[in-house]
C-alpha cells in the first residue's frame, strides 16, 4: 500500500510542476505577445520549462521501473 502510495506521489508532483511551468509560460506569451523580445523570453522559458519537465518525469519513472519509488 505504501509503496503504491510512494509511486504516484513521484509521478504526480512532476506531472504537476510541468503543467504547472507550461502554464505560466503560456499565460506570460499570452500577455506579452506584442513585444518582440518577450518572444525571446518566452522561447527561452518555454525550453528551460520542457527540460525540467523532462528531466523530472524520467527521474520519477525511473524511480517507478526500478522499484525504489
Not at 509503496?3 to 504516484?8: F, N, S
Not at 503560456?26 to 505577445?33: F, M, T
Amino acid at each position: 500500500m505504501l509503496d503504491g502510495t510512494w509511486a504516484l506521489i513521484n509521478l504526480v508532483i512532476p506531472m504537476g510542476a510541468t503543467v504547472t511551468l507550461f502554464g505560466a509560460a503560456i499565460i506570460l506569451r499570452a500577455h506579452q505577445q506584442y513585444a518582440a523580445a518577450a518572444d525571446r523570453n518566452v522561447s527561452a522559458m518555454l525550453t528551460i520549462s520542457g527540460i525540467l519537465a523532462a528531466t523530472a518525469l524520467a527521474y520519477s519513472v525511473g524511480m517507478v521501473l526500478s522499484g525504489r519509488a
